[in-house]
């Protein structure tokens, strides 16, 4: 049987051979039916007309706009959880805002609080100060060394160098809490305590991520500040912005600016966009 296959194999291979020494030709693309062109043999169902049968490569366009849609639908998840964190913190704002323009606090607290003053958020953070590293000494000694017998030298001399101060620099010093309220900034931990009150404010700057702020005051030299998780440090620097405008322009001012923003803020909601691919099938 296996001798049988082989000959007619063999003779089938000769006569092709035989064809294309003998100027046969095979249809062209051209020449053949659209169901064997680009290489395909399509077996189409009896009933079934040409409009309705599917495109060789039509599950590869819905396979890319697949594909496409999920990538577009990661990045809308994205933005859409930025912007509900913002809109989130912005009426958590308006909230604290509000009830300190009606003399009400929104943290609870036992601080000795001023006339007037309102708690308006709290969380954990870490205190740093500036401060220096270990000195060091940098020098020698010098002078003369007298022979006084027996193999025996006394030196006379004297020590000369200089102390360099350490690298000043902001050191971590406590972990307490962070509480800002409408007058001022204070930490309170097991070892140290510090507040920054609006009125002294001479600088206040923070890092790109907005988890490390720095602050100096009219009555302290160094300076000094509080570090907080990244997520943590972007909400304290929105409400920080609020009670200090507070501070200075009153509730009525802010909290106007306030409901405008929420109302632009509105407006920019993420929306998942169509990719070209998908409304290319639709």
């Known amino acids: ?17 035989s064809l294309s020494h003998r100027g046969a030709r095979f249809p ?3 020449e053949k039916p659209a169901e064997q062109s680009a290489g395909f043999l399509l077996l189409k169902p009896k009933n079934v007309t040409d409009s309705h049968y599917p495109l060789p490569m039509s599950w590869f366009a819905n396979f890319k706009a697949n594909r496409a849609a999920k990538r577009a639908q990661k990045e809308h998840d994205v933005l859409q959880a930025a912007w509900q964190e913002d809109v989130d913190c912005l009426r958590k704002i308006i909230a604290a805002i509000t009830a300190a ?5 929104s943290v609870p607290n036992s601080l000795m609080q001023k006339p007037g003053e309102h708690t308006l958020w709290s969380g954990q953070g870490i205190f740093h100060e500036t401060g220096r590293t270990a000195s060091t000494y940098v020098g020698g000694s010098s002078g003369v060394s007298i022979p006084i017998g027996g193999g025996i030298r006394f030196r006379v001399g004297a020590m000369k160098g200089q102390v360099i101060p350490g690298e000043e620099l902001q050191v971590d010093k406590d972990q307490g809490v962070v509480m800002l309220t409408t007058e001022r900034l204070i930490f309170s931990g097991p070892n140290h305590t510090r507040e920054w009150n609006f009125d002294k404010l001479l600088m206040l700057s923070t890092n790109e991520d907005e988890s ?3 602050i100096s005051v009219s009555n ?8 907080f998780h990244p997520t943590v440090g972007r909400e304290f620097n929105r409400f920080l912005g609020s009670a200090t405008s507070a501070h200075e322009s009153g509730y009525d001012a802010v909290l106007k600016e306030l409901h405008k923003l929420e ?13 070209s691919e998908r409304a290319a099938l639709q």
């Open 1 to 17: 049987m296996e001798k049988e296959i082989f000959i007619q194999i063999v003779s089938l291979f000769g006569t092709l051979n």
């Open 220 to 227: 302290r030299q160094k300076t000094s500040g509080v570090r």
């Open 263 to 275: 109302k632009e803020v509105e407006a920019l909601k993420p929306k998942l966009a169509i990719t």
């Open 28 to 30: 062209s693309d051209r």
């Open 212 to 214: 490390d702020y720095f």
């Open 101 to 105: 323009s009606n003399g009400q606090d």
